[in-house]
């Protein structure tokens, strides 16, 4: 049978579609990536005679975390979850990865920090958060009350930096998880980025890896030649999961054409347009290491979702689409849920590595992937 083909935009309405509420623009300057046409040939999947009567949507990550369902929220674009408690059902997500969080407090990059792109933004924050100390004691105490597991996202300039953020969260009630943040300059070896060496990225995952049992998220940045032997070293100094992307380096020229528009010159780009480079780092990843990875880039719906799932990912976060509508995560729980019971599968983990290689073994494309 022929494949049924449906013109959609990038968002997944019908073309010619009027703009739903949820692509209304939430916060001056950050607006959903303008909707461009594509053709999608979509599958005719032969619809279970019996759907399944319950789907379980739960995510083992190890050491005890059990995520309720496979959409987290991505680090930097939710604050710290409670800004959004009146508009979202916080408790109905399936984890909430909060902004980054570092030994001191942080004031942040100079002006402007924000910009659009064609299908994304840039950003350039820096980091701007109160401290460890103050996220404890202003935000713990409600977590703990919370259903939805906290990941507190660690940022740091050291690895006694990461270390020590480390220990003072743990044991804390509220926090379930840490994910590292090792796109950060590592001062003391000239400024080189902690996730674009295996070396550097192993040593900083081992000596948090010593300092805590809290289960262990590390996050992989796109900006490298080949992410493989990064997640491998990670996940052998014992991290209990990858997530992956963070943002890809840019930049944008100020419309004088005088500097770079950016107060710090560089920003990290996010949003539809770096989806791509996400699904090729997952599918990469997933098959270098045993332990799950987690997606995150440029979802803004369910075909998102089904995308990474089928490159391995065992669940996904949402960032920036967050922006323009902060319903988006729980409404994707509810979609993926039907989505489970019209293909006739009792979980979202049968959907997982639908894309990979079929042969056991075989490498991910022989070596080396982009060849135009
Ligand atoms: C405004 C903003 C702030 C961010 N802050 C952080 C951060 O503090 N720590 C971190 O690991 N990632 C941070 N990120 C990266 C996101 O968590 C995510 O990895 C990235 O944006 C890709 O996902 P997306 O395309 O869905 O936004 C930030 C992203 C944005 C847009």
């Known amino acids: 049978m022929r494949a049924k083909r449906r013109v959609v935009t990038a968002t997944g309405r019908p073309a010619g579609a009027s703009r739903t509420p949820s692509m209304r623009r939430v916060r001056p300057g950050i607006v959903t990536p303008q909707p461009r046409v594509r053709v999608e040939a979509r599958p005719a999947t032969p619809l279970p005679s019996q759907p399944p009567a319950t789907i379980d949507l739960t995510v083992d990550l190890g050491r005890g975390l059990v995520l309720p369902n496979p959409i987290l929220v991505a680090s930097g674009t ?7 408690g009146e508009v979202v059902e916080v408790d109905r997500l399936g984890a909430i990865c909060c902004k980054g969080t570092t030994l001191k407090a942080r004031i942040g990059n100079p002006t402007p920090r924000v910009t659009e792109t064609p299908g994304g933004m840039l950003n350039s924050i820096g980091l701007q958060n109160p401290g460890v100390d103050a996220v404890i004691e202003k935000y ?24 020590e953020v480390t220990r003072r969260l743990e044991g804390v009630p509220g926090i379930a998880g840490i994910e590292l943040n090792i796109s950060c300059p590592n001062v003391g070896r000239g400024g ?7 070396g550097a990225a192993g040593e900083v995952t081992a000596a948090v890896r010593r300092a805590t049992d809290l289960p262990l998220l590390v996050k992989l940045s796109p900006n490298v030649a080949d992410i493989r032997p990064i997640a491998r070293a990670i996940a052998d100094a014992g991290a209990d999961a990858l997530t992956a992307i963070n943002t890809l380096s840019g930049i944008a020229v100020a419309p004088d054409r005088r500097r770079p528009l950016l107060g710090n010159i560089y920003g990290g780009l996010s949003g539809p347009a770096v989806k791509p480079v996400a699904l090729r780092v997952v599918y990469e990843a997933s098959q270098a290491v045993k332990i799950p990875v987690i997606a995150i880039g440029g979802v803004t719906e369910l075909a998102d979702v089904l995308d990474f799932l089928a490159v391995g990912a065992v ?19 509810d979609e993926l849920t039907a989505e489970c019971r019209r293909v006739g599968v009792a979980s979202h983990r049968d959907l997982i590595g639908s894309a990979l290689p079929k042969k056991a073994g075989t490498p991910s494309a022989k070596g080396v992937e982009y060849r135009p």
Do not use: M
Not at 192 to 198: H, K, N, S, V, Y
């Open 78 to 84: 939710f604050g710290y979850g409670i800004e959004y």
């Open 192 to 198: 080189l980025q902690f996730a674009i060496d295996a």
């Open 315 to 333: 669940a996904v976060q949402v960032g920036t689409a967050i922006f323009a509508d902060p319903t988006l995560p729980v409404r994707l729980v």
């Open 140 to 163: 713990a105490g409600t977590w703990a009350g919370w259903k939805v597991p906290v990941i507190v996202n660690v940022a740091g300039e050291s690895v006694s930096d990461y270390v």
